[in-house]
């Protein structure tokens, strides 16, 4: 098939390249992981593989979510005009650029150890399948969380060749981050979810959506916490944990009045979060 300009914009589209909050939540636990694993600056080239293993496996959820919802995204305002929803690619495409991107990130893990290889299979399952548990269970977030957190074990395992009890309090940590702005990202689709059936957290959670949300922020940060005093890191990890909880109060004043605006905001603001227990991490191990 001729790639014409117009062809590969949609492409660029369907990848979500214009949209780089998922790439950036994707890749804060990752870098966590790196940067815990290695004590600080990590491998060069096993950093470089992850970062681009975060990009690839990021675009190629996008891919194989849209075809999985390619006969409700019409029916969603805010998924309405996706490439697939829109009728400007077909199915067929967007299976070849899913498996085209699969396949590139697998090529990437195959430079790494077995063990990373190996953990790589678990993280390709849940990859492909997370977008169909909508279907089936009303925590589709938790499973996300699962599915992005996957790469703190691989990290772990690429950088040490083991995946010590922190790196699974990484995971869960993770896990916990994810459910609780992916609800809030549910939030914003909630009205339409109902009227087609699609399940999610937001509608499990109901009027507790917010009560819900701040415990699971709470238990992140306690996990994190322990996290901190296995290793015995210093104030600058704690003072990104204790900037990330300011901006966890901040995502509960923009959802109190549960607008889709304001959730989308406080959903996209956790790239704030990732960054500043980074940032914490930098510069503890500096």
Known sequence: MKLDRERLRQYFLLVRLD???????LLWPTLWALWLAA????????????VLGVVLMRSAGCVINDFADRKVDPHV???KERPLAAGKV???????????????AFVLVLTMNWLTIALSFVGAFLAASYPFMKRYTYLPQLYLGLAFGWAVPMAFAAQTGSVPTVAWLLLIATVL?????????????????LRIG?????????????????????????????????LSLGAAYYGGLLLAAALMVYHQFLIKERDRMKCFHAFLNNNWIGLVIFAGLFIHYL
């Open 177 to 193: 981050w994810a459910t609780a702005y992916d609800t809030m990202y549910a939030m914003v689709d909630r009205r339409d979810d």
């Open 90 to 104: 077909s199915s067929r495409e967007v299976l070849y650029l899913f498996v085209g991107l699969t396949l590139t």
């Open 77 to 79: 305002e805010r998924t």
């Open 198 to 230: 699609v399940k999610s957290t937001a509608i499990l959670f109901g009027d507790a959506d917010r009560l819900i949300i701040g415990v699971i922020q709470v238990m992140m940060l306690m996990v994190l916490v322990l996290i901190g005093q296995r």
């Open 19 to 25: 949209k780089p909050i998922g790439i950036l939540l």
């Open 39 to 50: 004590e600080g600056i990590p491998n060069l080239w096993v950093m470089t593989v992850f």
